[in-house]
């Protein structure tokens, strides 16, 4: 009678290798605790606990001062982040435990329960309010502002900006209130647009304009106005 073949999968060592691949199967994903009892080259394969035909496959390539170094070989894996991108800047990947930062900006919170729940919440109108009596007042991105002073308030814009963010002033008092643009930058409401390094002035009480910058540091775009502001 002749020999049985030796039935090998294709997971395992080649077959004039010393040993075979050893494999593992967990409900979750190895870390770098994951090393004692555990050779160079084994296999963990990370089943799904729903029962869902998903699995991720690692193999440990080092174990330097009892840590477990495991190499994710990907496969098909549901729920693993590979990147991250926004509606600027660079994608961001996850770090070494598999975690990303979520932070709130201007105006904007986030918050985690511990499981799977990220909320965010923004802050009534996403600006920072203040009730304004002395003159006069640099700006900052993200601020509203209500011009109470004895006569009229300057307000000066920041002179950088990025696109989207945003400023408020309303008249408080009735003394009026003046935005004035630095140099290079303008102000646009509608069809009508400031002067470079222009102005925007209210008239009477309850006048308001909310603006956005829409090219960094030098445009401002007015998205609401209230009352008859005068553009210089």
């Not at 605790?33 to 998903?54: A, E, M, Q, V, Y």
């Not at 509606?87 to 985690?112: E, F, H, K, M, Y």
């Not at 003159?135 to 989207?164: K, M, R």
Request: glycine letters at 14%; proline letters at 4%; charged letters at 10%.
């Amino acid at each position: 009678m002749g020999t049985t073949p030796l039935r090998r999968s294709p997971l395992q060592l080649p077959v004039n290798s010393a040993q075979f691949l050893r494999t593992f199967v967990y409900d979750r994903a190895p870390t770098s605790t994951d090393w004692k009892n555990f050779r160079i080259s084994d296999l963990w394969i990370h089943r799904n606990p729903n029962g869902s035909p998903s699995y991720g496959y690692y193999v440990l390539v080092d174990k330097p001062s009892q840590t477990g170094v495991w190499l994710d070989l990907g496969g098909s894996e549901s729920g693993d982040v590979q990147s991250i991108t926004g509606d600027s800047g660079s994608s961001i990947s996850p770090d070494a435990s598999g975690n990303v930062n979520v932070l709130g900006g201007s105006g904007i919170t986030t918050s985690g329960d511990g499981a799977q729940t990220l909320t965010i919440n923004s802050l009534s109108s996403g600006f920072t309010w203040s009730v304004d009596t002395s003159t006069p007042i640099t700006v900052a991105v993200g601020e509203g502002h209500f011009s109470n002073d004895s006569g009229q308030l300057v307000y000066n814009l920041p002179s950088a900006a990025t696109v989207g963010q945003g400023f408020a002033f309303i008249d408080l008092g009735g003394n009026g209130f003046q935005v004035q643009a630095n140099a290079g930058q303008t102000i646009r409401i509608g069809n009508q647009v400031t002067s470079s390094g222009g102005t925007v002035t209210s008239s009477a009480i309850g006048d308001a304009i909310f603006m956005v910058c829409g090219v960094e540091d030098t445009n401002f775009f007015s998205y609401g106005i209230q009352g008859n502001l005068t553009l210089a």
